[in-house]
């Protein structure tokens, strides 16, 4: 990782003197792209066995008071909110590490109906750092999405929240408004990251003591690949201590997700082939030179794949239909549709979370609040397919999803890693329904479900809410989604 911690230390540099564009102007989608890039191609072979960093240890986390907290986490109403609001919202800090001053955020919302029966969701964005407050809740699957002009709010009909209390938490400590007292904290990797969002669970359930009893699901997207599952063993792993709260973990789901890094580039370059977005004279010298097995990327494998890289660059490789923002300024007067994704969202959303009237109701420090960065983050494993190895035998739900119209963590990556487990099918490949039309494609394996949602880029409930929520309502309930009769 020493060519990412490099580009950490000269960000203002090349911010300042070359304008560059994947420092500067952080979203998720370059936040992803440069983490990518900046990967050494050191593959683990996915015989290894669990890392010792995935071997946690079973002693008690950190448990602070919680006592009046939830109260006081109660938001009255988010400043530009819709009239008609019928959900509790609360958004805080737990602290993680008192002694070095570590706090998370998060942002709360109780389903509107069924609350007190309804499952509990947490959900994480990836990058790594960035935040599942801006992306999960601001313009994928929370209850609002932001207005043109960064001040109002309007209703998304098609919120999880219709089917589950779910917990958008910005992890790791700099993402967002979590932070922390101690520098070295802002240096962190995939263990810290799931040890500190354990932390966070354990002791949010002690300030939400409703519920601690309550089916738990995590879902997320790109680098929560890593994130996730990591989380999920943790949980498993801890859940060992009898003194500590169990939590009652039932599955997980992973969207667009990074999970292996040889079937991830692989599944990515024949995605731009199979696409038409690269030269057939390109794909044959990513295939002839690179070798995606043994992670053996010698220069002339990197020239084409640089070449492949430079014949999309004018795309949004996370939606490689969609329309790209060509305007920065806000637009007063313009509602939003929750069925015609802005391109321009990222924007609004930045304008309204640094609002302070908008820090005040969310209940956080007032700082200038940031989609992505913060962190420097020193990565992980390059596969994490033997963890989920470990959590199908745990016998907990694991769903892998693909919006498939994203190239840069393209269901072709997802269907090469989940080929890489050689898991018996138990039901075979179909179209599933969404409102008489083809939502996506489904097929159950022993252990694993895969489905891909039709239309939709990396940011699955941003192009396709409504089929999203299809999707996750069938994951919640243990079934596969709606087929056709």
């Known amino acids: 990782m020493a060519s990412s911690h490099l580009a950490w230390l000269l960000r203002p540099f090349l911010c300042y003197i070359l304008a560059f564009p994947i420092l500067c102007n952080a979203n998720q989608a370059s936040t992803l792209y440069k983490f990518l890039q900046s990967q050494k191609s050191n593959n683990h072979p996915f015989k290894t066995q669990l890392q010792d960093q995935y071997k946690h240890s079973p002693s008690p986390a950190y448990v602070g008071k919680q006592d009046g907290l939830k109260d006081a986490d109660k938001i009255d109403a988010l400043p530009g909110q819709p009239d008609g609001v019928d959900f509790n ?26 609350s007190s029966t ?40 098609y919120a999880w929240s219709n089917v589950a209390n ?9 993402v967002g ?26 002791n949010w359930l002690e300030r939400f003591p409703q519920y601690k009893t309550r089916d738990f699901f995590i879902t997320g997207e790109s680098y929560a690949g890593h994130y996730v599952p990591q989380l999920a063993q943790t949980i498993l792993s801890k859940n060992k201590n009898t003194d500590q709260t169990i939590i009652n973990l039932k599955g997980i789901a992973l969207g667009n997700a990074w999970i292996d890094e040889s079937t991830g580039k692989k599944g990515r370059y024949d995605y731009y082939w199979t696409h038409s977005l690269n030269s057939d004279e390109i794909h044959e010298g990513i295939n002839k030179y690179c070798n995606f097995v043994t992670g053996n ?48 969202t990222d924007n609004y959303v930045e304008a309204y979370l640094n609002l302070l009237e908008v820090q005040a109701a969310l209940h956080t420090k007032a700082k200038k609040w940031k989609a992505c960065g913060g962190v420097n983050y020193t990565g992980g494993p390059s596969t994490i ?33 989940i080929n890489a487990l050689k898991l018996p099918i138990m039901t075979a490949w179909r179209p599933w329904n969404s409102g008489g039309e083809v939502g996506g494609y489904v097929v159950e394996y022993k252990g ?28 919640l309930q243990g079934k596969l989604p709606p087929s056709f009769n």
Request: net charge negative; charged share 15%.
């Open 89 to 114: 919202q609360y958004a805080g800090y737990i602290t993680i590490d008192p002694k070095a001053g570590r706090s998370l955020f998060y942002y709360f919302v109780e389903s509107p109906q069924n």
């Open 118 to 157: 309804n499952p509990l969701v947490l959900w994480l964005n990836g990058g790594p750092g960035c935040s599942s407050l801006g992306y999960g809740a601001m313009e994928e699957l929370g209850p609002f999405r932001v207005n043109s002009d960064g001040k109002t709010l309007y209703r998304n009909n």
């Open 166 to 174: 779910v917990i958008f938490l910005e992890s790791p400590a700099g």
């Open 177 to 202: 408004f979590s932070y922390s007292k101690t520098s070295s904290d802002y240096v962190t990797n995939d263990e810290k990251t799931a040890e500190d969002s354990y932390t966070f669970l354990v």
């Open 297 to 344: 990327y010698p220069s002339t494998c990197l020239q084409y794949q640089n070449q492949g890289d430079s014949e999309v660059e004018k795309l949004d490789l996370y939606n490689i239909y969609a329309p790209i923002c060509k305007q920065s300024a806000l637009k007063p007067g313009s509602t939003g549709s929750v069925t015609n994704f802005d391109p321009c």
């Open 385 to 417: 397919l033997p963890t989920i190895q470990q959590l199908i035998a745990s016998g907990i739900s694991l769903w892998i999803y693909s919006g498939d119209t994203d190239a840069q963590v393209p269901a072709t990556s997802s269907r090469y890693a």
């Open 448 to 475: 694993l479900t895969f489905a891909t949602v039709r239309g939709s880029g990396h940011t699955v409930p941003s192009y396709q809410p409504e089929r999203a929520l299809i999707m996750i309502s069938s994951f």
